[in-house]
């Protein structure tokens, strides 16, 4: 049902969309990898339009997950300033293994999805050569919009960013992602530091 879900929302998203660009975002720490594929990618120097990104995110407790989303992104500028807003959706679902923060129940796995609303906001900082951007963006997911074991979702990310080409951007970001599920509080998949980058075709 979940895979279903899924196909039918990319079905849907890449169909609805007029593909001008393609690109690849990748981001390690030392124990989690979040890789996806990216339509029409949003580029912060450039301002406005539609972002469908598809990828897979994996830590080294076991945990996994597939997602997809759509984000919207509109610009606002002033004189000397740029603020960068959008919000979207995103889908996903995967495998959470029960880790040491609930010792007595190691070993055990949550099969989870959601539906989660999301938000971003960011600021530019203005250079003719680097062009930088601090964002904060964050989704969730309440009990009505999870399905399998999961009743709520939550991700925040931080992302301070810098173009080194027009084609490339490199980035260091702070993710935190969390489930509730039928059995478990807090099921904690990620909370740390990682590296990345994005290079648009």
Known sequence: MKKALMALALLLTSTSMSVKAAGLDIALSNNTANIAVLLNPYNFRAGGGSELAVGGFLNETGDSLLFASLMAHGVRKLPDQQYNLAAGIKLLTGDLEV???FAEAVGDSENVGALALGFKAGYVIPSRQNPMEFSIEGFIAPKITS???AEGYTEINARFQIEVIPQALTYVGYRRIEFDTND???LRLD????????LTF
Do not use: N, P, T
């Not at 909370?191 to 994005?198: E, N, W």
């Open 99 to 101: 880790g040491d923060q």
């Open 147 to 149: 399905f399998g074991d």
């Open 184 to 186: 478990f509080s807090d």
């Open 191 to 198: 909370r740390s530091i990682h590296l990345g980058m994005k």
